[in-house]
């Protein structure tokens, strides 16, 4: 576009607006038909865009039919203050009976009283919990700080804890097994220094030196010493199942102690408590809530496929007449009528399972029919959706279906790109029309600027030629 436009000066002529209305004639049926494609284009990837969604809503709905792993699952009740309960799916459905004798307990010793710069002796401990042991090498002027530190910091304990306890007489080194029961139990094994003059040699158990901090329960062992207080002993968790059947845990939770049951000991029964009653039934929620997601994502996708498609007084929707869209949708419910198998030589349909398309297409589920099917065969209903690895169920042929439409590189995927290259070349369109129409307005201009010039040019002519006749001798210039 012409930056500067002014009135012509010899003609008269308002030559920016002529040139404007000119310009303008040629721009607005090409922009007019440009935005009404670019707008065209713009909705029906809108329209396939929000299909490939609806159709992605449906295939992600009955994801919770396409497990095995989710049919037939367990509900466990009889949970209470003294035992916690979880189920799997290989629980059998039943009740069973739980007593809980003692639960499991974590080992903890307390050493005598330390004055808090006193050396507690030179020489080697080794600790020992569960299946670990680890040594610490104590000098001659390590206090009881230095000896929980060296505990605490060694990099081949992971079994136990140390601590320093101040009380009126001083300072006590408390030590706590990690884990619970009675294989983590600690032990502490000391090997004393030799001492110059020290005829006999170190003695590792008595309560000098460094073997104030020896701790060996088993008596029949040559390192027995009991020279830390046990505050609490390593203790394994008991429960009794229906009254006969005892079983022993170094932790609190008893895995698969009934199969596909978890019981965590929290609290010993007394005599004079209720004992626990742990109770399994089978859960077949999934199949009923499942179908009911499906229902209602396939509904939500029949809605937007009329309007969609809608071509009525009322109006035309962007994809009316369109072959994907009765494509997609005809092979969906070819899909929704078809039979797969459930037991034997049997085989189902959703229509069986109380899923029927009303008058306007849409699902409704009859809840007594599914019941019925449910108590009938579980598993039925289980391979109808989930079929095998040689033939795949519902789920799995409704959801490949869905996939070849909406998967990366797919059908709707592809048309996107297809239009998105057209909404492109449109730009590209504009651009070329943007430098023809800068190209038609510049001539324009300097056209009629020579025009303009040109007359400018005869006005002064004719006005120097009547000049020059008027002075000229003999002519009567005729005033009247």
């Known amino acids: 576009m ?25 721009r607005a049926p090409f922009e007019s038909r440009l935005n009404s494609r670019q707008a065209a284009i713009t909705t029906d990837i809108s329209a396939v865009g929000a299909l490939k969604g609806a159709l992605e809503s449906v295939a992600e709905s009955i994801e919770a039919l396409s497990s095995a792993d989710k049919y037939q699952q367990r509900n466990i009740s009889g949970t209470d203050d003294f035992v916690s309960l979880t189920s799997t799916k290989s629980a059998e459905v ?66 136990m804890t140390a601590t320093i306890i101040t009380d009126d007489n001083g300072q006590h080194l408390v030590l706590t097994s990690k884990e619970t029961g009675l294989e983590n139990a600690i032990k502490v094994t000391v090997e004393e220094a030799v001492e110059v003059g020290d005829l006999f040699g170190p003695d590792n158990t008595d309560k000098v030196g460094l073997s104030r901090l020896a701790y060996d329960a088993d008596t029949a062992s040559p390192t027995y010493a009991p020279n830390l207080t046990q505050v609490r002993e390593a203790q ?3 429960i009794t199942i229906d009254g006969t059947l005892v079983i022993t845990n170094s932790t609190n939770e008893f895995e698969n102690a009934i199969d596909g049951i978890t019981i965590t000991a929290k609290k010993v029964h007394d005599v004079d408590d209720d004992i626990s009653t742990a109770s399994v039934t089978e859960n077949n929620s999934n199949i009923k809530s499942g179908i009911s997601g499906f229902v209602k994502s396939y509904n939500e996708l029949v809605d937007l496929v009329t309007q969609l498609g809608q071509s009525s007084e009322s109006g035309v929707g962007p994809l009316a007449g369109d072959s994907l869209l009765r494509g997609v949708m005809g092979k969906i419910r070819q899909e929704m009528t078809s039979s797969f198998s459930s037991t034997a030589n ?135």
Not at 2 to 26: K, M, R
Not at 373 to 395: R, T
């Open 346 to 480: 049997n085989s189902l349909t959703l229509n069986q399972l109380g899923v029927r398309a009303d008058r306007y297409g849409k699902l409704e589920l009859d809840v007594e029919d599914l019941d019925e099917q449910i108590a009938l065969s579980v598993d039925g209903i289980q391979n109808f959706f989930v079929g095998s690895d040689d033939e795949p169920g519902f789920a799995a042929s409704f959801q490949t279906l869905t996939e070849y439409y909406t998967k990366s590189g797919g059908l709707i995927e592809g048309r996107i790109d297809s239009k998105n290259d057209q909404l492109s070349k449109l730009d590209d369109e504009r651009l070329a029309f943007s430098r023809r129409i800068d190209s038609l307005e510049a001539r324009l201009f300097s056209q009629y600027n020579a025009m303009d010039l040109l007359v400018s040019n005869l006005n002064s002519t004719s006005s120097y030629l009547q000049q020059q006749l008027d002075n000229m001798p003999g002519v009567v210039r005729d005033s009247s």
């Open 2 to 26: 012409v930056d500067i436009a002014f009135t012509g000066i010899g003609s008269g002529l308002q030559i920016s607006e002529i040139v404007d209305a000119i310009v303008g004639a040629e």
């Open 94 to 159: 039943g009740s069973y009976s739980v007593e809980v004798n003692q639960t499991a307990s974590a080992h903890k010793l307390v050493s005598d009283a330390f004055d808090s710069s006193e050396a507690a002796g030179e020489g080697t401990m080794t600790l020992s919990s569960g299946s670990e042991s680890f040594d610490i090498n104590v000098s001659s002027t390590a206090t009881l700080s230095d000896i929980r530190d060296s505990i605490n910091d060694s990099q081949d304990n992971t079994t």
């Open 236 to 238: 394994d968790a008991k």
